[in-house]
C-alpha cells in the first residue's frame, strides 16, 4: 500500500460561478508550501440518564471547514491569492507586461474550489464555497517570502479521482526579501529590522440550519489592513507622527529583475506611540503597530499593484 507524501500533494483552484458549486474546468495548478484546510465534524457527548454509567452513542455536530495555505509570494500565481481577497482587479496593458490594480473595499468577493490531491492514496478533496478572511505575510532580510491565507470554506467531498482535469500550470518566479523595499510617503525608511502585514476581510459566517450541516456562505465585514514595524531607534520622525497622531503612506513593494512587481500601497497609516525599552547594551529597536484607515482622496483603504505577464485574472 502507498503512503502519501507531502512532496506528491498537488493543489488547484478555480473561482466559482455560484457559490458552493465546484467549477468543471478551468482549475490552475497552485504552487504551495503547506496547508492545514480541511473539514471537521466533532461529536457531541450523549448527556442522557438512566442507562448506566456507560454513555450512549454520540452525536454528530455541525461541519465546519476552513484552514490555511501558505504559499509563496510570486509574480503570477499569487493573483489569484489577491483577487479571492479583494476581488476581481482592474487590468491595464495593450500587450505584456500587464498591470493588474486590487483594491480594498469591495462588498462582492469572489468564491473558489480548491481541490487538494494526495494521489498514492488515492485521496482527492474538493473544498468549495471557498472565500478569504485574511492574507498576512512578513519582510525580513533573508529567508524564504511566504505568505497566509486565511480560507473558509463551505464543505469538503471526497473522491478516489481527480475533478480538477488537468490545470493549467504556471511559470513560477518567486519574490524574495532581497526584491523588497518599504518606503513612507515616497520615501525609503531606514535603518527597518522587520515589518509584517495582514489584510483581514473579517468574514461573517451564515450559520443557518441545513440538513448538511454546511454554513450558507461567507459575507465580508468591515475590513482591516494591520501591522507591525520594527526599526532601531535612530531619529524621531516616526514617533512625533504616531503623537501628533497624523496619517502617512506606506508602501511594501518587491520587483525582480525581469522586471515583475508587487506594491502594496496602504494610503493612510496611523503610528501608535511606542515604548522605547533599553534592555541592554545592543541597539535600541522600537516596534509600531500600525493601523490603516480609508484615504478620503485615494477613496480606498488599500492598493495592490501586481505587474506581470499574465493577461487577466
Not at 502519501?4 to 498537488?10: D, L, N, Y
Not at 490555511?68 to 500587450?95: C, H, M, R, S, Y
Not at 497624523?246 to 512587481?261: G, H, I, M, V
Request: negative net charge; glycine residues 8%; contains cysteine.
Amino acid at each position: 500500500m502507498a503512503r502519501a507524501q507531502g512532496a506528491r500533494a498537488q493543489m488547484a483552484l478555480a473561482f466559482e460561478t455560484t457559490y458552493g458549486t465546484p467549477p468543471a474546468s478551468g482549475y490552475t495548478k497552485m504552487p504551495f508550501a503547506s496547508t492545514t484546510l480541511g473539514a471537521e465534524q466533532p461529536l457531541q457527548t450523549s448527556e442522557l440518564l438512566g442507562y448506566g454509567r456507560d454513555p450512549q452513542a454520540p452525536i454528530k455536530d455541525a461541519v465546519t471547514a476552513d484552514g490555511d495555505v501558505v504559499i509563496p509570494i510570486d509574480a503570477e500565481a499569487f493573483g489569484f491569492w489577491l483577487k479571492a481577497a479583494f476581488g476581481a482587479p482592474t487590468t491595464t496593458g495593450a500587450d505584456a507586461p500587464y498591470t493588474h490594480e486590487f483594491r480594498s473595499g469591495s462588498w462582492a468577493l469572489p468564491s473558489f474550489s480548491v481541490e487538494t490531491g494526495m494521489p498514492e492514496v488515492p485521496r482527492f478533496a474538493m473544498y468549495s464555497g471557498c472565500m478569504v478572511d485574511s492574507l498576512n505575510w512578513q519582510m525580513a532580510r533573508s529567508g524564504l517570502l511566504t505568505a497566509t491565507a486565511s480560507i473558509v470554506a463551505q464543505g469538503e467531498a471526497i473522491a478516489t479521482s481527480t475533478a480538477a482535469g488537468t490545470p493549467a500550470t504556471i511559470a513560477l518566479k518567486r519574490f524574495g526579501h532581497f526584491n523588497g523595499a518599504i518606503t513612507r510617503n515616497g520615501a525609503n525608511i531606514g535603518n527597518v529590522v522587520s515589518a509584517d502585514l495582514t489584510y483581514a476581510n473579517n468574514l461573517d459566517r451564515i450559520e443557518t440550519i441545513r440538513a448538511d450541516g454546511k454554513i450558507d456562505g461567507a459575507d465580508p465585514s468591515i475590513a482591516a489592513l494591520t501591522g507591525t514595524i520594527v526599526v532601531r531607534f535612530a531619529d524621531q520622525t516616526l514617533v512625533t507622527q504616531a503623537i501628533n497622531g497624523e496619517a502617512c503612506e506606506l508602501e511594501f513593494s518587491y520587483t525582480l529583475p525581469t522586471a515583475e512587481s508587487l506594491t502594496v500601497t496602504a494610503h493612510a497609516v496611523y503610528l501608535p506611540s511606542p515604548r522605547i525599552e533599553i534592555s541592554g547594551p545592543q541597539g535600541v529597536q522600537a516596534t509600531f503597530d500600525w493601523q490603516a484607515a480609508s484615504d478620503p482622496v485615494a477613496g480606498r483603504m488599500c492598493t495592490v499593484t501586481l505587474i506581470n505577464d499574465r493577461e487577466v485574472y
